[in-house]
């Protein structure tokens, strides 16, 4: 049963998307026909004024109003132009970083609440008009002390609070799938929801987001391909984080950077190559990927250079998902979809008795015809489509841990298919895959993971002796260790049978061996047979 706070939520949901004028989304929306009543008795459905404008444009407005979680749903669909009509994609890309923004006196109380200092003693200046606002927190400009330019990102007030109540009305509506749809348990809708309730919570903590940024500025150290700022450790607390200022361009002005010369391919490309890069080689990646999250260094046009900024939501994976995963994309380069088939059984993603050579056929018939397209002239939609099918007839099993990261790869594919419309994905995907392969199966590699395990393995040998030494004193008190000389004896006298059976075993198996080699020499038959007999009464004996 839904509780009233639940239930009211709900009720509040439709009045926004009643008041922007989409009630067909409440009529056609199954978690509503519950309410339908409640919906056509209230005297909104009726009376209320709809707002005008486009539809994208009441779209936006209604995903603003009702909160962080549907903005990141229109975040992450933004991303895909492919899939929605113009005028929507247009509106929902506003959602990347200008959200109406809260009042510049509240982040600047915020902020010296959090240091302990006025904003004029942290900074030699402060914007207090924001500079962006998104769903969880906003960004103003500063500079330090020096003169360093910086931005200053603040959390929305009230933030836990919105996204806890939100997070509740998803666990209630998962939990009604769960109970009233079928075959709903191989979608693990709680489980799903779970991944997200930890993912959002960490956005949260903005020390969290300081630790990414500076961990995927580590692993990036001197790269061509991505630049990461640099955070002001002294000046974060959860809710306020200082890093770096970068000035470049939005990767969505395609038109600007065009305009400054910019290779477009190889950014593209660059872009594919970052994603790989942080998943095989990293297994940290960024998973929050908009283009209002993503700019480029145009210092050198032929050799551009991502900077990403907001690193509140990363991902990474177990290493067996992680070896899976990157098997089926190196099987699917390959075309080797009974490859595909397999690992699906052996990860436990299909159900045991799952039949190897119809699943190969069915993802065959999904994956042959996108092979040596340019992305423009995929239809990703109808590829997903038909891939939901063969998982609801294999009843292929949702796993929650890498929702992340197949957003994380509609977001980049989306991106490349704004930058550069005919890049070919899987011809700048397939080398990556292939030399993570030969490295994952190098000699030097081997030889780094036994160096790096090797304190683990010293710190085991050191702790057996005394291990041993308490298994034999607890023996000792158990009796279990010196047994009584009458169970001594018995066990002499055994151990002395077994002996004496096993050599007569052996003796009889090499009489019958030379009754048979005394055959394939063509000897007389009378005398294979005695030698055989004689083989067969020893190992009669031996068996005794």
Known sequence: MLNLRVVRRLLEIQRVLVRHGLD???????????????YFLRPSTWFERRRGGSRGERLRLALEELGPIFIKFGQAVSTRRDLLPPDIADELA??????????????RRAIELALGAPVAELFGSFDEAPFAAASIAQVHTATLKDGREVVVKVLRPGMHEVIRRDLEVLYALARLVLR??????????LEVVREYDKTVMDELDL?????????????FAGSPLLYVCEVHWELCRPNVMVMERIRGVPVSDVARLRALGVDIKKLAANGVEIFFTQMLRHNFFHADMHPGNIFVLTDDPANP?????DFGIVGTLDARDLEYLAGNFLAFFDRDYRRIAELHVESGWVPPGTRVDELESAVRTVCEPIFQKPLAEISFGLVLLRLFEIAQRFRVEIQPQLVLLEKTLLNIEGLGRQLYPELDLWTTAQPLLRAWYRERLSPRLLIREARRHLPEV??????????????????????????????????????RASARRRDQTIVAVTVLALGVLWLALGAEPWAMGLVAAAGAVVFLLARR
């Open 24 to 38: 067909e989304y409440v009529t056609a929306a199954h978690l509503y026909r519950p309410l339908v009543l409640l």
């Open 94 to 107: 506003r959602l990347q970083d200008r959200v109406p923004p809260f009042p510049g006196a509240e982040a």
């Open 180 to 189: 009233y749809v079928a075959d709903a348990s191989r979608l693990k809708p």
């Open 207 to 219: 020390m969290r987001e300081a630790a990414n940024a500076s961990q995927l500025k580590r692993n």
């Open 305 to 309: 250079r991502y900077a990403a900024v």
């Open 458 to 495: 010293i710190t085991t040998l050191r702790a057996t002796p005394p291990l041993l030494r308490r298994l034999v004193r607890e023996a000792e008190m158990r009796g279990t260790l010196f047994p009584e000389p009458r169970r001594d004896a018995e066990l002499i006298a055994e151990l």
